[in-house]
C-alpha cells in the first residue's frame, strides 16, 4: 500500500499539479524529434551534434518510431509532458502485473509483489522519472513472454517484433522461435519488422532510414564502457580502461571477446530450448535465459534496460517455488545477487557520481576499482546466466509437462 501511493503521489497526483520532480530529458529528445517530423526536419539532428563525451544523446530510435512521436508536438508542452508519463506508467504497472500473474505461483501475493516492483525497483522507476521509451518495451517483452507461455505464436512474433522496432536488441529473441519450430512466430515477426521499417520509408523518406543506418546505429555499435552500459561489452571496456569517459578507437581484442561472448550467449540459449514440451516454469526459465543473453549480447545495455530483469527474476522464483530444481541454492544465490546489484548498488552508484566527478577519479588509484564495481550488475547478470542454463540442462531437473 506504501508503494502504491508514494507511486500515485510520484507520477499521477504530483505531475497533474504540475510538480513533477523528475528530469524527463529523454522525453525531450522524444519531443524535440516529432516537432522535427512535423517541420519536416532532421530527427537525428541532435543526436548526430553531439557525440562526444559519452554518453550519447538525442534521439537514436528507427525512423518509424519518431514518427509516431507526432501526436506529442500537436499538444501543449504540460498536457504532452503529462500524457507521455501516464503512458509510461500504464506500461510499467500493466508490464509488471503480466510478468507476475503469469509466472508467480498463485499463492503469492502477486498483486503486491507488482506494485513494490513497479514502483520501487530501481530500474523500472528510472524510465518513468526520465521519461525513458523503455517502459513501452518492457511491456511488450512481458506481453511476448505471456504470448510464449501460452502457445500463441502469432501474436509472440508481432510482440516482439515491436519491441525490436523500438530498441534492436529484442529481435534476438527469434533464437527462441527458430528452436522451438515455431515458423508462423517467425513470420508475424518478419511482418511486423517489415511494416515497421516500411512504414518509416513511407513516413519519412528513405533518407532517413539511410541516415540512421549509416550515421546513427555506427554510433551505438562503438565500444564503450560508460557507466550506465551494463552489457559484456560495457563491463570489458570497463575492465580494460578503454572508452570509458569518451569514445577511443576500437581495440580488436574486446571485438573478439566481445563477438564471442555474445555467440556463446545465443549459442546456449539455442543449446537449451528444444520443440518438445516441458513444464510451465521451466519454459519460462527458457525465456528468462534468452532475455539474458540479449541483454548481456547487446553493444550497449543501459541501466534503464535492465528492467526486463523481472522477467528473469520471476522466473527464478517460479522454479524454486515449485520445486523444478533439486539444488536451488546457486539460482537463488545468483538471481539475489542480481536483484541487489541492480536494485540497490547501480542506484546508488548513479545517484552519487557525476561526469567532473568520474574525471577527477580517473586521475586516481581508485579508478580501476570503481569500474569494477560498476559493473557489478553486468557481472551478476552474467553469473546468473550461467547458473540458469547449467541446471536448466541438467536432465534429472527437467520436468515434463
Known amino acids: 500500500m506504501a508503494a502504491t501511493v508514494a507511486g500515485l503521489i510520484d507520477f499521477v497526483l504530483t505531475p497533474l499539479q504540475g510538480r513533477f520532480a523528475g528530469e524527463f530529458e529523454d522525453y525531450k529528445d522524444y519531443l524535440a524529434a516529432a516537432q522535427a517530423v512535423a517541420h519536416h526536419g532532421d530527427i537525428y539532428a541532435t543526436f548526430l551534434d553531439h557525440v562526444q563525451p559519452i554518453p550519447v544523446q538525442g534521439f537514436d530510435y528507427p525512423p518509424v518510431v519518431g514518427w509516431l512521436l507526432q501526436p506529442l508536438a500537436a499538444l501543449p508542452s504540460s498536457t504532452a509532458a503529462t500524457t507521455w508519463l501516464l503512458l509510461l506508467l500504464a506500461c510499467t504497472v500493466a508490464g509488471t502485473a503480466i510478468i507476475a500473474f503469469e509466472l508467480l505461483p498463485a499463492t503469492w501475493p502477486r498483486l503486491e509483489l507488482t506494485a513494490v516492483f513497479a514502483f520501487l525497483y530501481a530500474p523500472v522507476t528510472y524510465n518513468l522519472w526520465h521519461g525513458q521509451m523503455s517502459a513501452v518495451v518492457y511491456l511488450f517483452l512481458a506481453l511476448a513472454l505471456r504470448s510464449w507461455l501460452r502457445g500463441k505464436q502469432l501474436s509472440l512474433g508481432v510482440y516482439i517484433g515491436i519491441a525490436a522496432l523500438i530498441k534492436i536488441a529484442p529481435v534476438m529473441l ?19 519488422l517489415a511494416i515497421g521499417v516500411g512504414g518509416g520509408i513511407l513516413t519519412l523518406g528513405a533518407g532517413t532510414l539511410r541516415e540512421y543506418v549509416t550515421r546513427v546505429l555506427p554510433v551505438l555499435g562503438q565500444q564503450n564502457g560508460w557507466i550506465y552500459n551494463q552489457s559484456a561489452t ?16 576500437p581495440s580488436i581484442v574486446l571485438t573478439i571477446a566481445t563477438v564471442a561472448i555474445a555467440v556463446t550467449a545465443v549459442a546456449a540459449v539455442a543449446w537449451l530450448v528444444r520443440p518438445s514440451e516441458v513444464s510451465r516454469d521451466v519454459r519460462g526459465a527458457q525465456f528468462a535465459v534468452a532475455i539474458l543473453a540479449m541483454l548481456l549480447a547487446g ?20 522454479l524454486v517455488a515449485g520445486g523444478t530444481i533439486r539444488r536451488p541454492r546457486a539460482v537463488v544465490i545468483a538471481g539475489l545477487a542480481a536483484l541487489v546489484a541492480t536494485g540497490l548498488l ?45 541446471e536448466l540442462r541438467r536432465p534429472s531437473r527437467r520436468m515434463a509437462g
Open 299 to 318: 553493444t550497449v545495455t543501459w541501466f534503464w534496460h535492465l528492467g526486463a530483469l523481472l522477467v528473469v527474476l520471476a522466473s527464478v522464483a517460479a
Open 346 to 390: 547501480a542506484p546508488l552508484v548513479i545517484g552519487s557520481v557525476s561526469m567532473s566527478g568520474l574525471i577527477a577519479l580517473s586521475h586516481t588509484g581508485l579508478w580501476w576499482p570503481v569500474l569494477q564495481l560498476i559493473s557489478a550488475p553486468a557481472f551478476t547478470i552474467a553469473a546468473l546466466f550461467v547458473v540458469l542454463v547449467v
Open 174 to 192: 527469434i533464437v527462441l522461435l527458430l528452436r522451438r519450430r515455431w515458423w508462423a512466430a517467425c513470420a508475424s515477426l518478419a511482418v511486423t
Open 234 to 249: 560495457g563491463a570489458l571496456n570497463r575492465l580494460t580502461g578503454h572508452s570509458v569517459l569518451a569514445f577511443q578507437p
